[in-house]
């Protein structure tokens, strides 16, 4: 609907004045210095500030350039902003007012966008690498259109008293920039210089800060002579190497006790990737803009031979362009400092591993003392600075392929962006599941998920959780009216939401652990259901304390019907079998009356044990779990039998699959029994004595994927449901998602799947969110 008033009375000269509100993403990212110069050019006089709903203004002028003005404001916006809607209320012309004014901005009722973190933008990296300019080489360039935002600010309205720069002190010429109207670094809140901003210093592997001339040159030394330095950038600090130099990268995972998860690297830029990743049309588009994520590309012929450690056994490496001043800074000095800025376009050899710094499962660190005495015996030096990280912030990873783009950790850039909800009501905080933990908060009829806090496993983990929850409602300002966590009753999330509600005395929801994973999906697309789903993850909590993991639910509002599930296989050692796929293909030996294969099939010392736990289902509970299908398939090939790391086995099964090419599903290769129980203990048979582990791969997606699409398409004839979502940490996997997906379209249904928060649990707590607030409304 048009916001602006009725004008069929007015005359078209008539002079009007207009109040007009914008909410969205328009604070930190140049919209006021964008405003004025609109009014200014369309000579309209008035003014505009920040308030805790976004930006307010009074504009007086004729009505044509009204007008213009309006259409103006979402049609010609700046680059990071997002215009969700303007409100316009008829005022009495003022007599006497001229010109555009920016004023002080005012605090209130908190009701607009959290600005997020962006990419160093190409009008900063002209000066950066410009010898004459004033900020050359200055590692925290920044401009209205860049540079971190979410990761320093600590209230809103988005100012920079507000932010980590407080204790910066502007110089005179930052300041005739910061306060000037139509330059590019108006209230751009972290703007700085060598004068009068944070700076950067080099510590040794003891926290001594080293006496040299240039902090970036004196850390590309180090790393081209071998050595792991932690260097702190916007949302934490990352551990960085010599991509290129196998013996460093092995050292780095001997130091991290990551024995095969890959690692990401940085590159230049897209065109640098040539001899080590295919880059789409998706993919750099992904790659390349302004939030930077990391993004899983297939690799080249001689990915392997030219980074050797990387990614070894998989068919994607992760990859990330620089984002930051100090890696626009490296580069440079591993091209020998080059003129200007034409070779950024041009091929960089180098490549950096770029790994989160953080030891084990605990969270990212982000402060310098804290990276001295967490990242001991980790890092050979230390790049830090002393311009404080507000709001810890991982790197997003991003699939962007044929399938279309799914994201596998929101993070830096990405979050926390709203997700409008066709709902609205009291304010809801969820608390996610045990891993890849994020939590979501409701403001009205928005969800704003929280960047990755990952798994709950440790004291440091727990403790982020915990920082994440008081920072993000305190931003918001946000005081939860209820709180809701999965079923499961020991997850530090649930204790957690109950100690919570306990205490303030307010609503507690206990959601089903499939449930929410559709409901993301649901809440994401906008869609009020009713609808089918399919959740395919690893476990969930069932309702009745059971292990479920591969269901096909039906899901409206608050509610949900179990219409089947994956053929149940037995855990023998129980959590143990996520970690080792053998015990997974045992157990498939067992159900095949095989189990005397057990013992001269594999090599683990406990294979007598594991047997005796099958025939006597002892330590042996059953579980739905699609993702254990994978680990027995690629245990029974030989291509996985224990795992580093979760999804291991999964990944390598795809990534053989992925180079085998395309196959028919196996004939009779599963089984749907009448009360809705899908089995691919056919298929698991067959791969039992298949000789090509490629090629077994891909017939298990293929006959998988066959399994599913006819396992819903009987659903749909049914419920006449058409409407299916599909979500859980296994539709992560590119080729099962898209011949499912294309599978199911055939036969007329519409499929949705995540896109603005991940399918693995990374995505639950916004599904937790909405079931709440479907819950709430119902019970009114």
């Given at each position: 609907?048009?916001?602006?008033?009725?004008?069929?009375?007015?005359?078209?000269?008539?002079?009007?004045?207009?109040?007009?509100?914008?909410?969205?993403?328009?604070?930190?990212?140049?919209?006021?210095?964008?405003?004025?110069?609109?009014?200014?050019?369309?000579?309209?006089?008035?003014?505009?500030?920040?308030?805790?709903?976004?930006?307010?203004?009074?504009?007086?002028?004729?009505?044509?350039?009204?007008?213009?003005?309006?259409?103006?404001?979402?049609?010609?916006?700046?680059?990071?902003?997002?215009?969700?809607?303007?409100?316009?209320?008829?005022?009495?012309?003022?007599?006497?007012?001229?010109?555009?004014?920016?004023?002080?901005?005012?605090?209130?009722?908190?009701?607009?966008?959290?600005?997020?973190?962006?990419?160093?933008?190409?009008?900063?990296?002209?000066?950066?690498?410009?010898?004459?300019?004033?900020?050359?080489?200055?590692?925290?360039?920044?401009?209205?259109?860049?540079?971190?935002?979410?990761?320093?600010?600590?209230?809103?309205?988005?100012?920079?008293?507000?932010?980590?720069?407080?204790?910066?002190?502007?110089?005179?010429?930052?300041?005739?920039?910061?306060?000037?109207?139509?330059?590019?670094?108006?209230?751009?809140?972290?703007?700085?210089?060598?004068?009068?901003?944070?700076?950067?210093?080099?510590?040794?592997?003891?926290?001594?800060?080293?006496?040299?001339?240039?902090?970036?040159?004196?850390?590309?030394?180090?790393?081209?002579?071998?050595?792991?330095?932690?260097?702190?950038?916007?949302?934490?600090?990352?551990?960085?190497?010599?991509?290129?130099?196998?013996?460093?990268?092995?050292?780095?995972?001997?130091?991290?006790?990551?024995?095969?998860?890959?690692?990401?690297?940085?590159?230049?830029?897209?065109?640098?990737?040539?001899?080590?990743?295919?880059?789409?049309?998706?993919?750099?588009?992904?790659?390349?803009?302004?939030?930077?994520?990391?993004?899983?590309?297939?690799?080249?012929?001689?990915?392997?031979?030219?980074?050797?450690?990387?990614?070894?056994?998989?068919?994607?490496?992760?990859?990330?362009?620089?984002?930051?001043?100090?890696?626009?800074?490296?580069?440079?000095?591993?091209?020998?400092?080059?003129?200007?800025?034409?070779?950024?376009?041009?091929?960089?050899?180098?490549?950096?591993?770029?790994?989160?710094?953080?030891?084990?499962?605990?969270?990212?660190?982000?402060?310098?003392?804290?990276?001295?005495?967490?990242?001991?015996?980790?890092?050979?030096?230390?790049?830090?600075?002393?311009?404080?990280?507000?709001?810890?912030?991982?790197?997003?990873?991003?699939?962007?392929?044929?399938?279309?783009?799914?994201?596998?950790?929101?993070?830096?850039?990405?979050?926390?962006?709203?997700?409008?909800?066709?709902?609205?009501?009291?304010?809801?905080?969820?608390?996610?599941?045990?891993?890849?933990?994020?939590?979501?908060?409701?403001?009205?009829?928005?969800?704003?998920?929280s960047p990755h806090v990952g798994d709950l496993g440790n004291r440091r983990a727990y403790e982020a959780f915990e920082d994440t929850m008081a920072s993000l409602t305190g931003l918001l300002g946000v005081d939860p009216q209820c709180v809701t966590h999965d079923r499961h009753p020991d997850y530090p999330s649930t204790l957690y939401a109950e100690r919570l509600a306990a205490e303030r005395g307010i609503v507690r929801i206990?959601?089903?652990?499939?449930?929410?994973?559709?409901?993301?999906?649901?809440?994401?697309?906008?869609?009020?259901?009713?609808?089918?789903?399919?959740?395919?993850?690893?476990?969930?909590?069932?309702?009745?304390?059971?292990?479920?993991?591969?269901?096909?639910?039906?899901?409206?509002?608050?509610?949900?019907?179990?219409?089947?599930?994956?053929?149940?296989?037995?855990?023998?050692?129980?959590?143990?079998?996520?970690?080792?796929?053998?015990?997974?293909?045992?157990?498939?030996?067992?159900?095949?009356?095989?189990?005397?294969?057990?013992?001269?099939?594999?090599?683990?010392?406990?294979?007598?044990?594991?047997?005796?736990?099958?025939?006597?289902?002892?330590?042996?509970?059953?579980?739905?779990?699609?993702?254990?299908?994978?680990?027995?398939?690629?245990?029974?090939?030989?291509?996985?039998?224990?795992?580093?790391?979760?999804?291991?086995?999964?990944?390598?099964?795809?990534?053989?699959?992925?180079?085998?090419?395309?196959?028919?599903?196996?004939?009779?290769?599963?089984?749907?029994?009448?009360?809705?129980?899908?089995?691919?203990?056919?298929?698991?048979?067959?791969?039992?004595?298949?000789?090509?582990?490629?090629?077994?791969?891909?017939?298990?997606?293929?006959?998988?994927?066959?399994?599913?699409?006819?396992?819903?398409?009987?659903?749909?004839?049914?419920?006449?449901?058409?409407?299916?979502?599909?979500?859980?940490?296994?539709?992560?996997?590119?080729?099962?998602?898209?011949?499912?997906?294309?599978?199911?379209?055939a036969q007329g249904v519409s499929v949705y799947g995540a896109t603005q928060v991940p399918p693995n649990d990374g995505g639950l707590s916004l599904g937790q969110a909405w079931v709440a607030l479907h819950t709430m409304q119902e019970g009114?």
């Amino acid at each position: 609907m048009d916001p602006r008033p009725r004008q069929d009375r007015y005359d078209g000269d008539n002079i009007r004045h207009w109040r007009v509100r914008v909410r969205g993403r328009v604070q930190g990212v140049g919209f006021r210095p964008f405003i004025y110069c609109r009014a200014t050019e369309l000579a309209l006089a008035g003014w505009i500030r920040n308030d805790a709903s976004g930006v307010v203004m009074e504009i007086q002028g004729p009505l044509p350039a009204l007008d213009r003005f309006v259409s103006a404001l979402s049609a010609d916006a700046p680059p990071l902003a997002r215009v969700e809607r303007v409100d316009i209320e008829e005022q009495e012309v003022a007599a006497g007012l001229h010109g555009f004014a920016i004023r002080q901005s005012v605090g209130g009722r908190i009701d607009t966008a959290i600005p997020m973190d962006a990419a160093t933008c190409g009008a900063c990296l002209s000066e950066i690498f410009d010898t004459g300019d004033r900020r050359y080489r200055y590692p925290f360039i920044n401009c209205s259109h860049c540079g971190p935002r979410y990761s320093i600010v600590t209230a809103l309205p988005y100012d920079r008293h507000n932010t980590a720069m407080a204790p910066f002190a502007l110089c005179e010429e930052c300041r005739t920039e910061y306060e000037g109207p139509t330059d590019r670094r108006f209230h751009a809140e972290p703007v700085a210089c060598a004068a009068c901003g944070p700076r950067l210093a080099l510590w040794d592997a003891n926290g001594q800060e080293q006496a040299v001339g240039d902090v970036i040159a004196a850390a590309w030394s180090l790393m081209r002579e071998g050595a792991i330095v932690a260097v702190k950038g916007i949302g934490g600090f990352h551990l960085m190497c010599d991509a290129r130099n196998a013996a460093t990268v092995a050292a780095l995972r001997r130091r991290k006790g990551r024995l095969d998860k890959p690692f990401a690297l940085l590159a230049l830029n897209a065109g640098s990737l040539r001899h080590v990743a295919h880059v789409g049309g998706g993919e750099r588009h992904a790659l390349e803009g302004a939030d930077r994520p990391i993004v899983l590309l297939r690799k080249a012929a001689d990915c392997d031979g030219q980074l050797a450690g990387i990614a070894d056994g998989l068919d994607r490496i992760g990859v990330m362009l620089a984002y930051t001043p100090i890696h626009y800074l490296l580069f440079h000095e591993a091209a020998g400092r080059p003129s200007g800025t034409q070779w950024l376009r041009g091929v960089e050899e180098t490549l950096f591993v770029c790994t989160s710094a953080n030891p084990g499962s605990e969270p990212l660190v982000t402060g310098n003392e804290e990276a001295l005495a967490r990242l001991s015996g980790l890092a050979d030096a230390f790049v830090v600075h002393d311009r404080a990280i507000v709001s810890r912030c991982d790197d997003g990873v991003v699939r962007a392929d044929g399938s279309g783009a799914v994201w596998m950790r929101r993070g830096r850039g990405q979050t926390p962006s709203s997700i409008r909800l066709r709902i609205s009501g009291p304010a809801v905080l969820a608390v996610g599941a045990m891993l890849k933990n994020t939590i979501c908060v409701t403001r009205g009829d928005e969800a704003f998920v929280s960047p990755h806090v990952g798994d709950l496993g440790n004291r440091r983990a727990y403790e982020a959780f915990e920082d994440t929850m008081a920072s993000l409602t305190g931003l918001l300002g946000v005081d939860p009216q209820c709180v809701t966590h999965d079923r499961h009753p020991d997850y530090p999330s649930t204790l957690y939401a109950e100690r919570l509600a306990a205490e303030r005395g307010i609503v507690r929801i206990a959601v089903q652990h499939h449930h929410a994973h559709i409901a993301a999906v649901l809440a994401e697309h906008g869609l009020p259901g009713p609808a089918l789903g399919v959740a395919l993850d690893g476990v969930g909590y069932g309702t009745g304390g059971e292990m479920w993991g591969g269901e096909l639910l039906s899901v409206q509002g608050a509610h949900f019907t179990r219409l089947g599930r994956m053929a149940p296989l037995p855990l023998p050692g129980g959590d143990r079998a996520a970690r080792e796929p053998w015990r997974m293909a045992a157990s498939v030996l067992h159900l095949l009356g095989r189990g005397a294969e057990i013992r001269h099939r594999f090599h683990d010392p406990a294979t007598s044990v594991v047997a005796r736990m099958l025939e006597r289902r002892i330590n042996a509970p059953l579980s739905t779990g699609a993702g254990r299908l994978f680990d027995a398939a690629a245990a029974l090939l030989g291509v996985c039998e224990y795992a580093s790391y979760e999804g291991q086995a999964a990944m390598m099964l795809e990534g053989l699959a992925a180079r085998f090419g395309p196959l028919k599903p196996l004939e009779a290769g599963y089984t749907i029994t009448g009360d809705g129980e899908l089995s691919l203990l056919p298929t698991l048979d067959f791969l039992r004595t298949c000789p090509d582990p490629a090629g077994g791969a891909a017939l298990f997606h293929a006959t998988l994927a066959a399994g599913l699409a006819a396992w819903v398409g009987r659903a749909v004839e049914q419920t006449g449901l058409r409407q299916v979502a599909l979500s859980g940490g296994c539709f992560a996997n590119g080729i099962l998602r898209q011949h499912v997906r294309l599978a199911l379209e055939a036969q007329g249904v519409s499929v949705y799947g995540a896109t603005q928060v991940p399918p693995n649990d990374g995505g639950l707590s916004l599904g937790q969110a909405w079931v709440a607030l479907h819950t709430m409304q119902e019970g009114a």
